[in-house]
């Protein structure tokens, strides 16, 4: 079956942008979560939406935003792009079934100038 | 709450020599665990889960892992090295939810591979 699927895989953009990124998650799944990743940080969960309905949301200001679409599709939105945001953003799919691994996207690199 | 701790930030091994990656775990709960590992610019692909069957766990690659409560470890091993080994490898814990984010990762260690 399709793995997750991560758009764009890369990005730049300049300080003070919005930027969004999109995941579809592997069918049949209808949890999708966000992890940052940075050299320093390491991985740092963002959120995660389960049917729609953001169930936990990590650490982070306001300006991570995200929704999930009714086929499970998710988008996270970051708006006033701050050079911190740059980082390997990963989308995380599972079924939230009993002790199920979480399968990871190939990420997207988005680099703030 | 529940927190993973990875011991070395790298680690250099000679091709042909045994990898030996550790991993301690602080769970309130009978714990999931899970190791992961990552190429560069890659997302992350699970190595092997543990999930309360058998303590030893055989994973993919030939990398297995053991499951160790008194010590509260799940140290990843491999008897011999090969170049492709070289990555980034993580262990992260769960809380049995399911989902990502029951996950908990650490910081993870850098496997150098010394041909």
């Known amino acids: 079956k399709a793995g997750v699927t991560q758009t764009p895989r890369y990005l730049i953009k300049t300080r003070g942008q919005q930027v969004t990124l999109s995941c579809s998650p592997i069918s049949g799944h209808r949890s999708v979560s966000w992890y940052q990743q940075t050299p320093g940080q390491g991985l740092q969960f963002l959120f995660e939406?389960?049917?729609?309905?953001?169930?936990n949301k990590g650490n982070f200001p306001g300006r991570f935003s995200g929704r999930q679409f009714s086929n499970s599709r998710s988008e996270m939105n970051v708006s006033t792009l701050e050079l911190g945001d740059s980082a390997l953003y990963l989308c995380?799919?599972?079924?939230?079934?009993?002790?199920?691994?979480?399968?990871f996207g190939q990420g997207t690199r988005l680099t703030v100038v | 709450a529940q927190s993973v701790t990875q011991l070395g930030s790298h680690v250099s091994v000679s091709e042909g020599a045994l990898v030996l990656l550790r991993c301690n775990y602080s769970s309130s709960v009978p714990p999931y665990l899970f190791w992961y590992v990552q190429y560069p610019n890659q997302g992350l692909q699970l190595l092997l889960k543990y999930t309360s069957a058998a303590t030893l766990v055989k994973g993919i690659n030939g990398f297995e892992a053991e499951f160790k409560k008194s010590e509260t470890s799940f140290h990843l091993t491999k008897p011999s090295a090969h170049m492709s080994d070289a990555a980034e490898y993580f262990c992260a814990v769960s809380d049995g939810r399911g989902g990502a984010d029951g996950l908990t990762f650490g910081k993870g260690t850098h496997l150098i591979i010394q041909p």
């Open positions: 939406y389960f049917s729609e309905t953001q169930r």
């Open positions: 995380v799919s599972s079924s939230r079934g009993f002790a199920t691994e979480a399968f």
